[in-house]
T-cell receptor
Framework: ETGVTQSPTHLIKTRGQQVTLRCSSQ?????VSWYQQALGQGPQFIFQ???????GRGNFPPRFSGLQFPNYSSELNVNALELDDSALYLC???????????????FGNGTRLTVT | AQTVTQSQPEMSVQEAETVTLSCTYD???????LFWYKQPPSRQMILVIR??????QNATENRFSVNFQKAAKSFSLKISDSQLGDAAMYFC????????????FGEGTQLTVNP
């Protein structure tokens, strides 16, 4: 059983740039969610995707966007990067029988994004 | 909106001893899930234990157990026979039953295990 993998592990970007983070979900999982974890804080929910459609979003601006592909892998895109976007970005996958339900989440090791 | 509060930023315990981490939450829902996650320096969130709100029996996983007090909205984690490998950041999290994979996390408790 392959776990959740994220790439890259570390990334440094300049304010105003755009970034794409990638996540491969655990085999058999159809739901992917993304979290932002600032230093010293708990993760904050960004959004989740169920069968390629966004199905729930946290309090994040539209410059945070995502995609889920037919193989259930996912991307998180952030446009117009700001210094406060510096954080650990965690991806999690789960198996949902239907939208809104789900099994426990399996997390990846995250991508550490630094915006200078 | 649901909130999760962990009032202990740091805790320490001697190896082989028992430690309890506290968590309180606020919700108007009656059916939900509560979790404890462990985040070691590797950064991966690892599920420690899960509790379903409608189950009155406290969940147990080997050396880990919870004290779930639904009326008080309290959900503490007890670690027995602490081991060096238990050292990590511990997060309490809440999930509405129908919110899919949307978790609300607390601020975390850094647990140190002293040899």
């Amino acid at each position: 059983e392959t776990g959740v993998t994220q790439s890259p592990t570390h990334l440094i970007k300049t304010r105003g740039q755009q970034v794409t983070l990638r996540c491969s979900s655990q085999s058999g999982h159809n739901t992917v969610s993304w979290y932002q974890q600032a230093l010293g804080q708990g993760p904050q929910f960004i959004f989740q995707y169920y069968r390629e459609e966004e199905n729930g979003r946290g309090n994040f601006p539209p410059r945070f966007s995502g995609l889920q592909f037919p193989n259930y892998s996912s991307e998180l895109n952030v446009n117009a990067l700001e210094l406060d976007d510096s954080a650990l970005y965690l991806c999690a996958s789960s198996l949902a029988a239907q939208a809104g339900l789900g099994s426990p989440l399996h997390f990846g090791n995250g991508t550490r994004l630094t915006v200078t | 909106a649901q909130t999760v509060t962990q009032s202990q930023p740091e805790m320490s315990v001697q190896e082989a001893e028992t430690v309890t981490l506290s968590c309180t939450y606020d919700t108007s829902e009656s059916d939900y899930y509560l979790f404890w996650y462990k985040q070691p320096p590797s950064r991966q969130m690892i599920l420690v234990i899960r509790q379903e709100a409608y189950k009155q029996q406290n969940a147990t996983e080997n050396r880990f157990s919870v004290n779930f007090q639904k009326a008080a909205k309290s959900f503490s984690l007890k670690i027995s026979d602490s081991q060096l490998g238990d050292a990590a950041m511990y997060f309490c999290a809440y999930r509405r039953k129908t919110s899919g994979s949307r978790l609300t996390f607390g601020e975390g408790t850094q647990l140190t295990v002293n040899p």
